[in-house]
């Protein structure tokens, strides 16, 4: 194969070129946010159940003797978190240590007295990479 010249043009091309792939990989890389699934459950008569991509999640919520609620979440992964989303303000749920069932699945979650929430908001259990958005 023979060798060419390096003309104006064949440079400015290149260089054109190497701008818009620099662009594009600084770009991907500061914009890159992991997918996340986002589901609605809707809770009737204390239940809902939703399939995500990690299996079945099914979510039951309890008053306990104390009137404080008790949420118990069925999954095969465990959940990372779980908090209140009202309105812009974003409330940590304080999770009390509660025995978790033989298979593993059961994880239970207890509020405690001093997270509020009401009617309208909403109770956000992100598990992996997948968001519940549980509704009352």
Not at 28 to 51: L, M
Not at 126 to 135: A, G, H, P, Y
Request: charged letters at 20%.
């Amino acid at each position: 194969m023979a060798a060419e010249k390096l003309t104006t043009g064949r440079l400015i091309q290149i260089l054109v070129v190497m701008a818009v792939l620099i662009a594009a990989f600084t770009w991907r890389t500061f914009d890159y946010s992991d997918p996340t699934n986002v589901f609605q459950c809707e809770i009737v008569e204390g239940y809902c159940q939703v399939i995500t991509n990690g299996g079945n999640v099914g979510i039951e919520l309890k008053k306990q003797s104390d009137t404080t609620p008790l949420f118990i979440v069925n999954s095969s992964i465990m959940p990372s978190s779980l908090y209140v989303k009202s309105d812009a303000i974003k409330t940590e749920f304080e999770v009390k240590n509660i025995k978790v069932t033989d298979n593993n699945r059961a994880h239970l979650y207890a509020l405690s007295d001093n997270v509020k929430y009401r009617a309208g908001d909403q109770i956000i259990l992100i598990i992996d990479r997948d968001q519940i958005e549980i509704n009352f």
